[in-house]
């Protein structure tokens, strides 16, 4: 059961540079979430989907694009990185008022 | 906008003594949720609080909601130095077609001294 799995766990990119962030679950979860956590900053949400074909931007949603490809993808892109987006970035997903699965994480820092 | 406040954000305690981690919020919300982190790891989900009132243990752990004064606080008993970890709380709040985004405190960073 691998519940939320996300790609790469970690990379580098020079500023300026692309890449997208991968995320899968395997839970039949509706919704699924980006969130990134700097230090002292606790989690803070990028961009959301509530279902398949859905997104809609969350907290801090500059400088990211997101695709919910199905029911089971949700990528997270930067199309031109900055050394601000340098950061933890996790993938959730959860059923309408259940609990919440995190995945392990991709740390991106962006020089 | 949703505000979510903890504290203390950092405590260093004894093994053994008993301590308080508080979550206060700033509008209403159904659900709210403990995680503990560790260095370089994922959330856990510890506990899910779902009406006023509720109380949920775990071990030595215990957590409760306070609906009406949008409090919920995060009780150590007896710690060991094996809850050494970054605390946070979250609050869950509609963000439209029926997914509900976590607002988070700022985590509180428990080291527990033997």
């Known amino acids: 059961n691998a519940g939320v799995t996300q790609t790469p766990k970690f990379q580098v990119l020079k500023t300026g540079q692309s890449m997208t962030l991968q995320c899968a679950q395997d839970?039949?979860?509706?919704?699924m979430y980006w969130y990134r956590q700097d230090p002292g900053m606790g989690l803070r949400l990028i961009y959301y989907?509530?279902?398949?074909?859905?997104?809609d931007k969350g907290e801090v949603p500059n400088g990211y694009n997101v695709s919910r490809l199905n029911k089971r993808e949700f990528s997270l892109r930067l199309e031109s990185a900055a050394p601000s987006q340098t950061s933890v970035y996790f993938c959730?997903?959860?059923?309408?008022?259940?609990?919440?699965?995190f995945g392990s994480g991709t740390r991106l820092t962006v020089v | 906008e949703l505000k979510v406040e903890q504290n203390p954000l950092f405590l260093s305690m004894q093994e053994g003594k008993n301590y308080t981690i508080y979550c206060n919020y700033s509008t209403t919300s159904d659900r709210l949720y403990w995680y503990r982190q560790d260095p370089g790891k994922s959330l856990e989900s510890l506990f899910v609080l779902l009406s006023n009132g509720a109380v949920k243990q775990e071990g030595r752990l215990m957590a409760s909601l306070d609906t009406k004064a949008r409090l919920s606080t995060l009780h150590i008993t007896a710690a060991v130095h094996d809850l050494s970890a970054t605390y946070f709380c979250a609050v869950a709040q509609y963000s439209g077609g029926g997914a509900d985004g976590l607002t988070f405190g700022k985590g509180t960073h428990l080291i527990i001294q033997p």
């Open positions: 989907s509530a279902s398949e074909g859905t997104t």
């Open positions: 839970m039949n979860h509706n919704s």
């Open positions: 959730a997903s959860s059923f309408r008022a259940g609990g919440y699965t």
